[in-house]
């Protein structure tokens, strides 16, 4: 498959920039999978379409305020944007994404709100392995949350890039399908007969990082930490359906189900030919063009059908991204026959 498959246009003033107000006040368009419909509703409809039995998964991971400035020692600014903590084999550094990079090297210091940031190795991809006192509390001090660059930034979107039910911190890029809850749909789900259950994926490059390759199977995804509890492995082994709220839930999901492991460094990638093992529904936002979202999604509900639903979207003026406006795609995944020719 090449990559410019994964085109479309867009105008730029379907580009949300900020939620809907109140946030499950968003659009909500229903696809089904198995029969091509597309139905459009409202989000604090999705309990409608959950029944006893289902397991309605979240990402529970927080966004970290991972954007900071720095300078280099002859004054030169450098932003940094923070992706995980790589733990002791390096010493206590986190990975960060740096721009510019080329102007870095092992060793090098730099100065940021009065503390020292020692780049330790360079890890390709202008990712960079750096090491400091405290970079945690220099990021609760200093950093801003990182919006998505066709966001403007304000305080305002700042403090709306968090879903209501974020609990742990590690996150570089929020989970952006979760944007739509409020406590109050959260109880309706639950009055609906589903159970919600919880996972973690700290959301770093592999998620964000757009596909450059002229073959979209070339693509290589960088390595995120990810969790399943005990409680929600149960869950979701005995659901009639799993609901899987976002990409990041999906590839949490499948990457557990693939290698057994409820816990560890997922590089899964998901595109058309994908064979799905764990999810029956997936709720997601409109993604980027040339995006790995773009690609999962297709795979999921198979590329036609997802063409047809972005072209409607667009025509039905749906609000793109983060900021956006729902999906909800039913009887896909590994309840799906013959997604490749639909």
């Known amino acids: 498959m090449l990559t410019s498959d994964l085109d479309y246009t867009l ?36 309990p ?7 397991a309605l998964v979240l990402n529970e991971t927080k966004v970290l305020p ?23 084999s390096f010493g206590g550094a986190w990975e960060a994404l740096v721009r510019p990079s080329k102007r870095l090297r092992p060793g090098l210091e730099l100065t940021a709100d009065g503390e020292r940031i020692e780049a330790v190795e360079n890890l390709g991809d202008g990712r960079w392995a750096v090491r400091g006192q405290d970079l945690q509390a220099l990021m609760d001090r200093a950093g801003r949350v990182p919006l998505p660059p066709y966001i403007q930034p304000t305080d305002a979107a700042e403090g709306a890039y968090q879903t209501v039910y974020a609990k742990t911190p590690g996150s570089a890029a929020a989970p952006t399908a ?12 639950e009055r609906a007969g589903a159970r919600i259950s919880q996972v973690t ?29 005990e409680s929600t492995a149960r869950t979701v082994g005995k659901a009639n359906r799993v609901v899987a709220v976002g990409t990041t839930v999906a590839r949490t999901l499948e990457s557990w189900s693939a290698n057994g492991e409820r816990e560890g460094e997922s590089t899964l990638f998901v595109y058309p030919g994908f064979q799905w093992l764990a999810v029956d529904a997936l709720l997601t936002n409109f993604h980027l063009p040339r995006s790995t979202l773009l690609a999962m999604v297709m795979s999921f509900a198979g590329r036609k059908l997802i063409e047809e639903a972005y072209r409607v979207a667009v025509e039905e003026r749906y609000r793109f991204y983060s900021f956006g406006d729902a999906m909800l795609i039913l009887n896909g995944g590994r309840n799906a026959a013959s997604r490749e020719e639909r």
Do not use: C, W
Not at 48 to 54: E, S
Not at 181 to 187: G, N, Q, R, S, W
Not at 221 to 226: G, L, Q, R, S
């Open 11 to 46: 105008p730029e003033n379907l580009i949300a920039q900020h939620p809907a107000k109140p946030r499950d006040a968003s659009r909500l368009m229903v696809v089904d999978a198995q029969s091509g419909s597309i139905s459009h509703h409202v989000f604090r409809d999705l």
């Open 48 to 54: 409608d379409f959950l029944t006893p039995g289902d």
């Open 66 to 88: 991972a954007r900071l400035f720095a300078r280099r020692p002859g004054g030169g600014k450098v932003e940094l944007l923070f992706l995980r903590d790589l733990g002791e």
């Open 178 to 189: 979760g944007f739509h809850f409020t406590h109050d749909t959260l109880e309706a789900v």
């Open 201 to 229: 994926l700290h959301i770093g490059t592999g998620t964000f990082t757009p596909v450059r390759t002229e073959r979209l199977e070339d693509h290589r995804m960088h390595a995120e930490h990810y969790s399943v509890p």
